[in-house]
């Protein structure tokens, strides 16, 4: 089992800024990819930006230039830096970890809880 927690959002002004850390946490399993994902109320979950264990990154093409994903594998961590942020913008953002589990192979994803990011004046 893998662990995914995510933290950083809040309430930020439009323009401002807020970074997002995700942390992955458990045995057994190798660390394949992460991203972030957000959900706005009434919307389908959209792809924000993932990011490789080997650092190839992509993003949607609504936040590319104002968002950057990094990682810290050693810790198993990705952040996202969130800069000129704007109302539409808010949403919940879940970080997700695509692992394969060192014994079986298997392929797996886990998703975090969520955490609430506001753009508003």
């Known amino acids: 089992q893998v662990q995914v927690v995510e933290s950083g959002g809040g309430l930020v002004q439009p323009g401002g800024s807020l970074r997002l850390s995700c942390a992955a946490s458990?045995?057994?399993?190798?660390?394949?990819?992460m991203g972030w994902y957000r959900q706005a109320p009434g919307k389908q979950r959209e792809t924000v930006a993932s990011i490789t264990r080997d650092g190839i990154t992509n993003y949607a093409a609504s936040v590319k230039g104002r968002f950057t994903i990094s990682r810290d594998n050693a810790k198993n961590t990705v952040f996202l830096q969130m800069n000129s942020l704007k109302p539409e913008d808010t949403a919940v953002y879940y970080c997700?970890?695509?692992?394969?589990?060192?014994?079986?192979?298997?392929?797996?994803?886990?998703w975090g809880q969520g955490t609430q990011v506001t753009v508003s004046s």
């Open positions: 997700n970890a695509d692992v394969r589990n060192v014994g079986t192979a298997a392929q797996i994803n886990y």
């Open positions: 458990g045995s057994s399993y190798r660390i394949i990819a």
